[in-house]
Structures are given as C-alpha cells and as structure tokens.
C-alpha cells in the first residue's frame, strides 16, 4: 500500500550537511500522514530523530534539536531531513517511515509505524 525510497546518504566530515530525501508512493495520502525518519547505527537499536504530519506537526530527539530539519512536500509526497553540524555519533543507517496516525509522545517509536523504506547510509567522519 505504501512505498518508501530514502535517497541522499553519504560521507560527510564532521560539521558537514547532508539533506535526505524520501518518496512516499501511496494508494491513499492518508497513509503518509504522519512520516518520521528513523536511524540505526551497528550495534545500536533503531531510534526515532525527527518526525512530522500532513498538517505540520512536528517532534525531534533531543540529540538532533536544533541542528535536523524535518519536512514535507505534501504535494509531491516527499519527506526530507536537513541534517546541518553532523556528528560522528550521527553515523547511522537512516530509514523513512510513514503511518496513518500521529502518536504524540510516542510518534518516535518505531513500533508505531507500519510502512518502511529500504534506508540510506550516513556516515560522518572526525
């Protein structure tokens, strides 16, 4: 019912940027209502970064605050991550997610959501 494509990973040195891209192909738009970008770096369990709603909301990790930017184009069904001051610890496999229902508080769960794309590989060197 939903496809989700993740593009614009990449190697990157420490303070560097990279923007992340993710094509939501849907029967319906109400299955990418809500849509959040995930990362699970080796070893490490997947963990929620930021995540937004058709209407705008929006919700991040404190780790990325202030320096990741989620947002969507509802109209062309894509959802991106700018990611500025990038970190060593961001290094991390980056995965699209997309639901029907905005949780709250526990909208970076990865649990909560149903329809996943393939991931895109960040890596931030030192």
């Known amino acids: 019912q939903v496809r989700l494509v993740e593009s614009g990973g990449g190697s990157v040195q420490a303070g560097g940027s990279l923007r992340l891209s993710c094509v939501a192909s849907?029967?319906?738009?109400?299955?990418?209502?809500?849509m959040a970008w995930f990362r699970q770096a080796p070893g490490k369990q997947r963990e929620g970064v930021a995540v937004?709603?058709?209407?705008?909301?929006?919700k991040y990790a404190d780790s990325v605050q202030g320096r990741f930017t989620i947002s969507k184009d509802n109209a062309k069904n894509t959802l991106y991550l700018q990611m500025n001051s990038l970190k060593p610890e961001d290094t991390a496999m980056y995965y699209c997610a997309a639901d029907t229902t905005y949780w709250g508080r526990d909208s970076l769960v990865d649990a909560k959501y149903n329809y996943w794309g393939q991931g895109t590989q960040v890596t931030v060197s030192s």
């Open positions: 849907a029967y319906t738009s109400r299955y990418t209502y809500c």
């Open positions: 937004t709603t058709t209407d705008g909301t929006t």
